[in-house]
């Protein structure tokens, strides 16, 4: 197995994870702040918009089952890449598309990404590539939210399903198995 990390931010991290989690090949996916300047953040600290991180993803996956370009392929399908700096109605930099590729080569990657994904989009694609960042892991409670809180919670009822819908029609043949259209 070889693995690679691929560091994510399309708005709230528990969206942008519950995902992730169900893609072949994805062998976790950790919820998380980077990019910011303030040193071992809170959420409460990222919330507030004044530390500079995004919410982010860290996705570590087996190259030998899905490629880094497969999955920026899903996460411009399954995120909106044209709002600058939210996402519905979470508002603030915290909520920004980025990518935070961690080689040339995966810069390359998510140039050719976007080049892909802007047909599928009626406005300009606004995602940063941005360099590599201190990652800094959210608190346990936020890790794998869908799984353990998400379903009860109205936000992620409204704002997940139709993430994961975008994933299982698209992206049919790169579920783990047991998930279905």
Same mark, same amino acid.
């Given at each position: 197995?070889? #693995?690679?990390?691929? /560091?994510?931010?399309?708005?709230?991290?528990?969206?942008? #994870?519950?995902?992730?989690?169900?893609?072949?090949?994805?062998?976790?996916?950790? $919820?998380?702040?980077?990019?910011?300047?303030?040193?071992?953040?809170?959420? @409460?600290?990222?919330? $507030?918009?004044?530390?500079?991180?995004?919410?982010?993803?860290?996705?570590?996956?087996?190259?030998?089952?899905?490629?880094?370009?497969?999955?920026?392929?899903?996460?411009?399908?399954?995120?909106?890449?044209?709002?600058?700096? =939210?996402?519905?109605?979470?508002?603030?930099?915290?909520? =920004?598309?980025?990518?935070?590729?961690?080689?040339?080569?995966?810069?390359?990657?998510?140039?050719?990404?976007?080049? =892909?994904?802007?047909?599928?989009?009626?406005?300009?694609?606004? /995602?940063?590539?941005?360099?590599?960042?201190?990652?800094?892991?959210?608190?346990?409670?936020?890790?794998?939210?869908?799984?353990?809180?998400?379903? $009860?919670?109205?936000?992620?009822?409204?704002?997940?399903?139709? @993430?994961?819908? @975008?994933?299982? @029609? $698209?992206?049919?043949?790169?579920?783990?198995?047991?998930?279905?259209?």
């Amino acid at each position: 197995m070889a #693995e690679q990390i691929a /560091t994510l931010a399309g708005g709230c991290f528990w969206c942008v #994870e519950a995902v992730f989690n169900d893609v072949a090949g994805v062998t976790q996916v950790e $919820s998380g702040y980077t990019g910011g300047h303030a040193v071992d953040p809170t959420y @409460k600290q990222v919330c $507030s918009g004044t530390t500079g991180h995004a919410e982010a993803i860290r996705v570590h996956f087996d190259t030998d089952v899905i490629d880094y370009a497969t999955l920026l392929d899903i996460f411009f399908h399954t995120h909106d890449p044209t709002q600058l700096n =939210r996402q519905g109605n979470d508002i603030g930099t915290q909520y =920004r598309s980025a990518v935070f590729p961690t080689s040339p080569e995966q810069e390359a990657e998510v140039r050719a990404a976007i080049e =892909r994904a802007q047909p599928d989009w009626p406005a300009p694609i606004v /995602t940063t590539i941005e360099p590599d960042a201190p990652w800094y892991p959210a608190e346990d409670y936020h890790q794998a939210y869908w799984e353990s809180e998400g379903q $009860s919670n109205p936000y992620c009822l409204a704002t997940i399903p139709p @993430k994961l819908a @975008k994933l299982r @029609k $698209s992206y049919q043949a790169r579920l783990k198995a047991g998930l279905v259209a």
